[in-house]
Structure formats: C-alpha cells, structure tokens
C-alpha cells in the first residue's frame, strides 16, 4: 500500500478540466482565424492539433486524452503565419509534444513552453517560412508585419492592428479575441494574474524608455515610444497569457512569477528594437524559461516561504 504523506492540497480542478478551459478560451482567436483567413487558418490549425495529438498517442497513451496536446497544437498553430505550408504546422505539432514535453519526461516535467520551443527550433532550421514578405497580398491587402522593419513601409493603424488587416501569424488576427480569452483564464484563476499584467506592463514601459536602434530610427519610427503598437502587435498578448504563464514552465514563489515576467519583457523588447528579427515573443519565453531554476532558488531562498494556493492559482 501506498502510504500519502501530507499536506495534499486539491482545487478541484483536474488536468483535463484545465485544458478545456484554455481551450474555450482560445475558441474566439480560433474563429476569427478562420472567419479571417479561411480554409488556410483551419488547415494550419488541424495539422498541428493531430501532429501534437497522435505523437502524444504513440509516446504515452495514459496522457492522450487530457487535453494538453491538444492545447499545445493549438497555440503552435495560432504562431504560424497563414502562408506556411501545412506540413510546417504538422512537424510543429510533432516536434512540441515529442521533443517538447517527452522528452523531458512528459507532462509537468518540460523545462520549456512545448509550442515556444517547436516555433523558434523550426524558425532556426526553416526561417523562410515564417516570414511574410512585402510583397504578399492577402484578400486584396499588401502589408507587412507591424513590427517589421523594411524599408519603405508604412506606419500600422492602430484601427488596422484591432481588425487584423495587417498580416502577421493567425493569432494575432484578432488581439481583442485573445485578451478575452487571457482575461477569462484569470477571473476563473486558470493563470496567475502576476505573469501577464507584469509582463504587459514591462512591455508598455520597456516601449517608453529604451533608447532606438539604427534599424528601428531608419526603418521603423513609429515603433518608438508606441507602447500600444508593442501591445497588440506581434506575439505578445499569446505569450502573456498562454505561453508564459503555463504554470510548468513558471516559477513557484509569486515574487519569483513578477522576476520572471520582467525577464521576458525585458527580452522580447530588446530583440525587437536592437536585432533585424522584428518580433521575439517565442525567443523571449524560453529564455525566461531557462531562468527560472535560478529564480526558484533565489526567491525560495531569500524570500519568505511561498504562499500555498491551489494548483490552479499557479
């Protein structure tokens, strides 16, 4: 007989009641996606659902149908850029759950953000499919990203940034859908409010204060004291409230979850106004990732001891 050695805190709330969660909250970026983007968005979005999910079957049956590959898939897919192939979202899939979670041991032990992790090892290996190019049209609309950073283009409308008429991955469609669903994952207590209103506010202020790179000053101006344009351009709302605060990859003390996120902010702001690469969200998550063994040590150590709130508070 196993004996159970106590205290056992419990919510409630089992692994899969969480992921059906999550993904109720990601229904509204899915729909505008797809109302957006067409049958190129659902495309992408189910080839990495069944890479994710069918590498979860054939690793680990037991972990199949709790939901989190299919979580994972799904945010990998909302990282993709509508003109990737789909073969591209199906490796993606694969590769975030089998090398992702697996291979660190399964569920609750990866060290990194599965789908952070997938985008920026495919980016390295692939990066001419994740770029959108000047020249591409989309129903009728020529643009780019608007965090990039080529001469000649044209400064984003904010009315533009909230439509989703300036092309970017098919999550960032619609920014006010994924709000939404982040804003629903902290009033029902699914994620920790300290991770993404810090984050957010690190970006905001990071936005204000950091001086501009030769790249930005030639190219890109309005990305210079834009805090909104930082907000709700780029991946930064999906890292907010999906990939940063996934309560694994995360720290355990709340002191340790505000160090964590200004580590993240403090990362994507600074590849975003001194490198060519005009985003840096996943690239930030895993960074911020890689950290949080130092953060635990020194705010477990330094700090009081940590609060004990149920599992779905972290």
């Known amino acids: 007989m196993t004996k159970l050695i106590g205290p056992i805190i419990h919510s409630g709330k089992t692994n899969r009641m969480m992921m059906v969660l999550v993904l109720v909250s990601l229904a509204p970026s899915l729909v505008a996606a797809v109302m957006r ?3 190129a968005a659902a495309l992408l979005v189910i080839c990495a659902l069944a890479g994710a999910w069918l590498t979860e079957l054939v690793i680990d049956r037991r972990q199949a149908f709790d939901g989190s590959a299919v979580v994972t898939g799904v945010i990998f897919a909302l990282l993709l850029p509508v003109t990737a192939p789909w073969w591209l979202a ?3 899939g694969m590769l975030a759950t089998g090398l992702g979670k697996h291979a660190f ?6 060290l990194f953000n599965p789908a952070a992790l997938s985008r920026v090892i495919l980016m390295g290996l692939i990066p001419g499919a994740w770029f959108i190019s000047t020249a591409v049209t989309i129903d009728g609309i020529t643009t780019a990203s608007p965090l990039a950073r080529e001469s000649g283009l044209l400064a984003p409308t904010i009315t533009g940034l909230l439509s989703g008429s300036i092309p970017g991955t098919i999550g960032q469609v619609a920014p006010l859908a994924v709000l939404a669903g982040g804003l629903m994952l902290v009033s029902l207590r699914t994620i920790d409010w300290r991770i993404p209103l810090t ?3 690190t970006v905001a202020f990071l936005a204000l204060v950091l001086p501009p790179g030769i790249r930005i000053e030639g190219h890109a101006p309005w990305l210079l004291g ?8 780029g991946g930064t709302l999906l890292a907010a409230f999906y990939m940063l605060s ?3 990859t ?3 003390t709340p002191g340790g979850r505000i160090i964590f996120a200004v580590v993240a902010a403090l990362a994507m702001m600074l590849v975003r106004f001194y490198t060519p690469y005009p985003d840096g969200a996943a690239l930030a998550v895993l960074l911020a990732n890689a950290s949080v063994p130092l953060i635990d040590r020194l705010t477990l150590e330094l700090g009081p001891p940590p609060s004990l709130e149920p599992p779905d508070n972290l």
């Open 226 to 233: 834009n805090p909104l344009l930082h907000l709700v351009g």
């Open 250 to 252: 995360a720290p355990f």
């Open 90 to 92: 199906l490796i993606g």
């Open 199 to 201: 984050f957010l506010a």
């Open 105 to 110: 041991g399964g569920l609750g032990c990866n």
């Open 37 to 39: 983007f067409g049958f």
């Open 246 to 248: 996934d309560p694994v």
